[in-house]
């Protein structure tokens, strides 16, 4: 039996049994033809993208396909899935590995194969024996005198720093190093499939979308984003278990790691204000508050200034790579900084949570808390000064949550490939004298192609947040897999349109009737009128 075949047909009934919340008692009954309630979702019995790339491993599983018979879990797949990708990524940042962080202006661009890590460990001092945040960089310029990141991820590479071999010349330590970090950037990824995987479920084949992201195995090792990723994919999957206090411990830790894991708070306050989840949300709050400080406190109260130095750098650099604004500057403003930068930011962040917010209170039915979370870190990522190639993988198991459909997450996808490649390509094109890459304005047209890929997807969320019945995660029934204590819960705080309609009827009265495995239901034909199915 093919490999991929034999893995589809063996989702574990333990890990099903084993939810810490009742999965047996949905808010209303099974559409007709569509799954139970109590069974684990293929992706390819239910999408025609998945069905068709299964072709190349053995095809669907049949209707007496058994399930939880063998010894290949879809956790154990997942991870063994995530390890294969995230070898290709390594490969793929060989040239550079042999050669091209080390020698030659432009090498590791042209090749497509830049990281940050093998530069870092002598330029923040770890090639010296320093320590982060308490001993000041030599060489570094005034305004980076201590190292610019998170506590945990200083933390985290000063491990790998003292994994490092202290013999031989810098670049053969450079390059122990990069590949500590990947080692241990690949568990994180590990970790953050598998955690991913048990936010829902039952449908824990969605995070195959994870682990066979392009985008993943293209920016894995380029930074150290992945633990802030694991992080809070791991926060997720304890508020999906219902168990908010360590749910929100891993947020603080993820934050502590990288700023925007503190976003997902946001979600979780309007989700349970309609819900009247307040004592929940509060332990969510403390613990996350409670782990952030037992992170950063230490250091803050050891060098306050190095501590300081990641939120300062963050508020005082200029537009950047990926970002809009710099298209705005490039273009409309001819190279001109815009002084009142930060404030614009602020401005348009606020605003998009804002929108989110009302959208989370007034939709007819309660958003799921992957979708908040994914539109929010979305609106962030949009209106950032700078968006580096790596900060995709902070929305890719967001995504595969909130909108679990392959032609929507591919057409994404290779939106961010091809800006993976424009911004290599740019920096080649300024880097030597023959211009070899895509000059200004291509580059703003691959900015321009990540921007509207990111809106893509965050428009077909917000579709599924207002037509219920379009959401794949909600044609069986369900409510809210991975909201934990939201889940089936009744509102008592609403706005707008959905007011009076909670009560009266069920999520399944908004799944499709039949065929649903074959297309997406029709709308319904107006908000706070009796749902049809169109069918």
């Known amino acids: 039996?093919?490999?991929?075949?034999?893995?589809?047909?063996?989702?574990?009934?333990?890990?099903?049994?084993?939810?810490?919340?009742?999965?047996?008692?949905?808010?209303?009954?099974?559409?007709?033809?569509?799954?139970?309630?109590?069974?684990?979702?293929?992706?390819?019995?239910?999408?025609?993208?998945?069905?068709?790339?299964?072709?190349?491993?053995?095809?669907?599983?049949?209707?007496?396909?058994?399930?939880?018979?063998?010894?290949?879990?879809?956790?154990?797949?997942?991870?063994?899935?995530?390890?294969?990708?995230?070898?290709?990524?390594?490969?793929?940042?060989?040239?550079?590995?042999?050669?091209?962080?080390?020698?030659?202006?432009?090498?590791?661009?042209?090749?497509?194969?830049?990281?940050?890590?093998p530069h870092l460990f002598s330029g923040r001092g770890f090639a010296d024996g320093l320590h982060p945040y308490l001993d000041r960089i030599p060489q570094g310029s005034p305004d980076m005198q201590y190292l610019e990141y998170p506590v945990l991820t200083g933390l985290f590479m000063q491990i790998a720093a003292w994994l490092t071999t202290h013999s031989g010349d810098l670049m053969s330590r450079e390059q122990w190093f990069w590949m500590v970090n990947a080692g241990m950037l690949m568990i994180c990824a590990v970790v953050a499939v598998v955690a991913t995987s048990r936010a829902q479920r039952r449908r824990p084949w969605d995070a195959l979308l994870f682990a066979l992201a392009p985008a993943l195995a293209l920016n894995a090792t380029i930074n150290w984003d992945l633990l802030a990723v694991a992080l809070a994919a791991v926060a997720m999957a304890y508020w999906s278990g219902s168990r908010p206090v360590w749910a929100g411990v891993f947020i603080g830790l993820a934050t502590a790691a990288k700023l925007y894991p503190v976003l997902l708070l946001g979600p979780l306050l309007v989700l349970c204000l309609r819900?009247?989840?307040?004592?929940?949300?509060?332990?969510?709050?403390?613990?996350?508050?409670?782990?952030?400080?037992?992170?950063?406190?230490?250091?803050?109260?050891?060098?306050?200034?190095?501590?300081?130095?990641?939120?300062?750098?963050?508020?005082?650099?200029?537009?950047?790579?990926?970002?809009?604004?710099?298209?705005?500057?490039?273009?409309?403003?001819?190279?001109?900084?815009?002084?009142?930068?930060?404030?614009?930011?602020?401005?348009?962040?606020?605003?998009?949570?804002?929108?989110?917010?009302?959208?989370?209170?007034?939709?007819?039915?309660?958003?799921?808390?992957?979708?908040?979370?994914?539109?929010?870190?979305?609106?962030?990522?949009?209106?950032?000064?700078?968006?580096?190639?790596?900060?995709?993988?902070?929305?890719?198991?967001?995504?595969?949550?909130?909108?679990?459909?392959w032609r929507d997450f591919l057409i994404w996808q290779a939106c961010e490939v091809l800006y993976f490649l424009g911004v290599w390509s740019f920096l080649a094109y300024n880097g030597d004298g023959k211009h070899h890459?895509?000059?200004?304005?291509?580059?703003?047209?691959?900015?321009?192609?990540?921007?509207?890929?990111?809106?893509?997807?965050?428009?077909?969320?917000?579709?599924?947040?207002?037509?219920?019945?379009?959401?794949?995660v909600r044609w069986d029934g369900s409510d809210d897999p991975s909201g934990g204590v939201l889940d089936g819960a009744p509102d008592r705080f609403v706005l707008g349109s959905a007011r009076g309609l909670r009560e009266a009827e069920t999520y399944a009265e908004y799944a499709p009737q039949g065929d649903w495995l074959s297309k997406d239901p029709e709308p319904v034909v107006e908000l706070g009128a009796e749902p049809q199915t169109g069918r």
């Open 1 to 117: 039996m093919p490999l991929f075949d034999c893995a589809q047909r063996c989702g574990s009934m333990s890990a099903m049994t084993s939810s810490l919340r009742d999965e047996t008692s949905p808010p209303g009954p099974a559409p007709a033809d569509g799954p139970l309630p109590n069974t684990v979702v293929v992706p390819a019995d239910e999408d025609p993208v998945a069905e068709a790339g299964s072709e190349l491993f053995g095809g669907p599983p049949g209707r007496r396909a058994l399930l939880g018979v063998s010894w290949w879990t879809p956790a154990k797949f997942l991870a063994l899935a995530v390890i294969a990708v995230y070898v290709l990524g390594l490969f793929q940042k060989a040239p550079c590995y042999n050669d091209g962080w080390f020698h030659g202006a432009t090498t590791q661009y042209t090749k497509a194969c830049y990281s940050d890590i």
């Open 437 to 472: 890459g895509i000059d200004q304005e291509w580059y703003h047209f691959a900015i321009a192609l990540h921007l509207v890929g990111t809106l893509y997807l965050c428009y077909m969320v917000v579709r599924d947040i207002l037509y219920p019945d379009r959401d794949p």
């Open 275 to 405: 819900a009247g989840k307040w004592k929940e949300f509060g332990q969510a709050f403390g613990g996350a508050v409670g782990a952030w400080l037992v992170v950063n406190l230490p250091i803050m109260l050891a060098n306050w200034k190095g501590w300081l130095t990641f939120y300062s750098f963050s508020q005082t650099r200029k537009e950047d790579y990926g970002s809009f604004w710099l298209i705005l500057m490039q273009g409309l403003r001819n190279g001109k900084n815009l002084e009142t930068l930060n404030t614009w930011i602020a401005v348009l962040l606020v605003l998009s949570c804002l929108a989110v917010g009302w959208l989370a209170i007034s939709a007819p039915r309660r958003p799921r808390f992957a979708q908040l979370a994914f539109l929010v870190v979305a609106a962030f990522i949009l209106t950032n000064k700078v968006y580096s190639p790596q900060y995709v993988l902070w929305l890719i198991p967001l995504a595969v949550l909130a909108r679990p459909r």
